[in-house]
């Protein structure tokens, strides 16, 4: 079975520049969860979406993060503008429902310089 | 690879010997308990859970107990081996409704061969 799939593994941009990043869940997988993991720390929440529909964004700074999974399978999260303390890795998880065993992508390294 | 163990505390076992892992919980709420399992350059992986009805969980090579009283997790590994090497997280929730998952800070296991 394939797991989650994100992309690009690595990315160094400047402060202030935008980025994005794509995940592909395990196929059949209604919830998409995107993490963000600083070094040295426990994943923390951005994002949850049921489907297409957004149920959790509690934690997302809005002002410059935005995600999408409008097709409810993939989604990408975006950063516009980047700052340094962006820096982290942003994984990617799915469960086939809330509550069932959540399953992780190897996530995507972002360096803000 | 990137290194998640860069800062977290750090358990030094001996091949062979049994491991303790603990962890401290924050919301006497949380009534469902996961441990992942974090190698390095690679997304956290599920170990075990155990709800709040449950004071111990087997799996194979590891135990988890669970005392709500003072909001304590331990996990416990048998035998530990090189490839138990990796950072190990816990992470609370509260079934029903969206469940959102919190992850602890995490610890660090080092192998000794």
């Known amino acids: 079975e394939a797991g989650v799939a994100q992309s690009p593994r690595y990315k160094i941009i400047e402060k202030r520049q935008s980025v994005a990043f794509w995940c592909n869940p395990i196929s059949g997988h209604a919830t998409l969860y995107w993490y963000q993991q600083i070094l040295g720390q426990g994943p923390k929440l951005l994002i949850q979406?049921?489907?297409?529909?957004?149920?959790?964004d509690s934690q997302l700074p809005k002002d410059r993060f935005s995600a999408e999974r409008l097709k409810g399978v993939d989604s990408t999260l975006k950063i516009q503008p980047a700052k340094l303390e962006d820096s982290a890795v942003y994984l990617c998880a799915s469960s086939l429902d809330r509550g069932d065993e959540a399953f992780f992508g190897q996530g995507t390294r972002l360096t803000v310089v | 690879g990137e290194s998640v163990g860069l800062h977290l505390p750090t358990l030094s076992v001996q091949e062979g010997d049994n491991s303790i892992i603990n962890c401290a919980y924050s919301?006497?709420?949380?009534?469902?308990f996961i441990w992942y399992k974090q190698e390095s350059g690679k997304g956290p992986q599920f170990i075990i859970d155990?709800?709040?009805?449950?004071d111990k969980r087997q799996g194979q090579r590891v135990t988890v107990l669970l005392n709500k009283t003072v909001k304590h997790l331990s996990l416990q590994i048998a035998a530990t081996q090189p490839g138990d090497s990796a950072v190990y997280f816990c992470a609370e929730t509260i079934s029903g409704g969206y469940q959102k998952v919190t992850f602890g800070t995490g610890t660090k296991l080092q192998v000794i061969p």
């Open positions: 979406f049921q489907n297409n529909g957004v149920v959790d």
């Open positions: 919301n006497s709420a949380s009534d469902y």
């Open positions: 155990i709800r709040s009805n449950m």
